[in-house]
């Protein structure tokens, strides 16, 4: 990988996976979208990152895809952001239909024409549950179709080196890599400060807690996450 696009949401993950990506030398730019989700929080805080690595940082505008797709409580229009753990059932209803496979269509054409040789993503294995699109089988599949897509135009790798790991494994890399984690940002609901009830600031402290990290974030509930957890662990054993 000499030179590789990356898909930057600005949350934990994809810091990450740009710290990596910068730190081997191939950072040629981040990439955020703008599909019509209900608040700009993140894109917002993926500019912070790439100012801090020095890298250009581009938004693709696909907002009006989002008035398709309002099944999806992170659409603009959607329903209420479900409380509780990440994997609880209710979080299906945070799934952007498709969302992987058409940030990732348009990431390979920008890398195509960017003469990239990588676009990187930040799956993890915690997001398996939910999310269709961030397991190994849409990985490869998808590795697979865009061989076929780009045969004979140009070679583009599809890197995604957390889809095994979790998110706590995720943390303990980027505290390596020395990723400005106050930067991120992950709350679905995208008030002022993090909610620390939604599934994905649930998933955020229980990840700093199991990688034994410092967690920097301000949520206005920093405790919920406990009691999430447990609940949790109960409905399985």
């Not at 990239?116 to 699109?133: E, Q």
């Not at 993090?194 to 599934?199: E, L, V, Y």
């Not at 990688?211 to 406990?226: I, L, N, S």
Request: aromatic share 8%; with cysteine; proline share 3%.
């Amino acid at each position: 990988m000499r030179k590789a696009v990356v898909l930057c949401s600005g949350g934990i993950d994809s810091a990450t996976l740009a710290y990596r990506v910068a730190e081997a030398g191939a950072l040629e730019r981040l990439i955020s979208f703008d599909y019509g989700q209900r608040h700009r929080r993140e894109i917002e805080r993926a500019a912070a990152i790439a100012a801090r690595l020095g890298a250009r940082h581009d938004v693709v505008d696909i907002a009006g895809l989002g008035r398709f797709l309002t099944s999806s409580s992170l659409i603009s229009g959607g329903g209420a952001v479900p409380d509780g753990h990440y994997a609880e059932s209710n979080m299906k209803s945070t799934v952007v239909p498709n969302r992987n496979a058409i940030m990732l269509s348009i990431a390979f054409g920008i890398a195509a024409g960017a003469r990239a040789d990588a676009v990187g993503i930040a799956v993890h294995s915690g997001d398996h549950f939910i999310y269709p699109d961030c397991r190994p089988a849409f990985v490869d599949a998808f590795r697979a179709m865009q061989d076929c897509a780009l045969e004979g135009m140009w070679q583009v790798e599809l890197y995604a080196p957390f889809v095994n790991t979790d998110k706590a494994g995720i943390v303990a890399e980027g505290a390596r890599l020395g990723v400005p984690y106050e930067l991120t940002w992950s709350c679905y609901k995208g008030g002022e400060r993090h909610c620390g009830r939604c599934g994905t600031c649930v998933e955020r402290a229980e990840a700093f807690h199991l990688a034994g990290v410092a967690d920097p974030t301000d949520y206005e509930d920093p405790d919920y996450w406990k009691d999430a957890v447990a609940k949790m662990r109960a409905s399985i054993t």
